[in-house]
Each structure stands twice: as structure tokens, then as C-alpha cells.
């Protein structure tokens, strides 16, 4: 099993590294600020769609543009990176900078594209690019009752 750290990828050896991942492919994005049940449960979904599960991490300069709040995220990229590198699911992860993942989803050309249920799957930008080379994309059921924005008003009181 790699370690942790082995997991976490520079853009610039995406390529070199994603052609050695098993196939099909799946990538998912997102912050993942403080990882929770149901964000473990939609990875964990995500990876059973393929061999291999990718996630594109929003940069910190990124996850502030998504208007979570001034104070997000909570944890700091680097962090964020390895603790979603520490999960089984979980086959390599990258940080983007972009506001959207589209740039770096070209990059991994993924069989399979995954977001969680409270998007709207057909609007997304990053569908019709991975339907473009032959892919799919779809939205996994979300898993009500957990949500990061919640967890913080939760601990604030």
C-alpha cells in the first residue's frame, strides 16, 4: 500500500503518473475543508464507479472564491491533501488553482467524472468535456445531514 505522501501529485507529473493508474479512471473535486461521513461515503462511492479515484483539490486561493466565507477553508491545502491521501479510496490527489477543475479534468481525461448529488450534473461545464472524449459524469446521491458549513456553525455555537 503507498504511503500517504506517495499519493499527493504536483500537477506537473499528472500525466506520468495517471498513465500508471489502473483503469477506468474516476475524478471527483472539491475542498474537503473538514472531512466528515459523507464526504468519506461519496469517495468511497466514487471509487467503486472505477479502478482508480483522483481528486482534484481546490488550492486555498481557490476554495475562497466559492463564497463559504472569509474564514475558509479551515484547514490548509497541504493538510487537506493528506488527509484525504491517507483514505483507501483515494488513488492520488492534485491541487488546482482555477476556480473550476475543468483545466485540470482535461489534464486527467478521466472515464468517469463524479459529483455529489446537490449539483446539478448537467450543467456542469466539466460534463460536457468528459462526454467530449467519450466519458461519463454523474451526480452520486448526497448524503443528508453532513455538510462542512454545518459542522462550523455547529462548533461556533
Not at 93 to 117: H, I, N
Not at 135 to 143: I, T
Request: aromatic letters at 6%; glycine letters at 8%.
Amino acid at each position: 500500500m503507498p504511503h500517504l505522501l506517495d499519493k499527493l501529485c504536483p500537477r506537473a507529473e499528472l500525466a506520468q503518473r495517471i498513465a500508471q493508474l489502473p483503469k477506468p479512471l474516476v475524478f471527483t473535486n472539491g475542498v474537503f475543508d473538514i472531512l466528515h461521513r459523507g464526504h468519506v461515503s461519496y469517495l468511497e462511492q466514487a471509487r467503486n464507479l472505477g479502478a482508480s479515484l483522483v481528486i482534484g483539490l481546490n488550492s486555498d486561493a481557490s476554495a475562497r472564491t466559492l463564497g463559504k466565507g472569509p474564514d475558509r477553508p479551515l484547514n490548509q491545502e497541504a493538510d487537506r491533501a493528506c488527509v484525504l491521501a491517507a483514505l483507501e479510496s483515494v488513488s492520488l490527489v492534485t491541487l488546482f488553482e482555477e476556480s473550476t477543475p475543468v483545466e485540470l479534468l482535461k489534464l486527467v481525461r478521466p472515464q468517469v467524472y463524479v459529483k455529489g448529488g446537490d449539483y446539478d450534473i448537467e450543467t456542469l461545464e466539466e460534463t460536457k468535456w468528459v462526454r467530449s472524449w467519450g466519458g461519463q459524469a454523474q451526480a452520486l446521491a448526497f448524503v443528508d445531514g453532513y455538510s462542512t458549513t454545518s459542522l462550523v456553525r455547529k462548533i461556533r455555537g
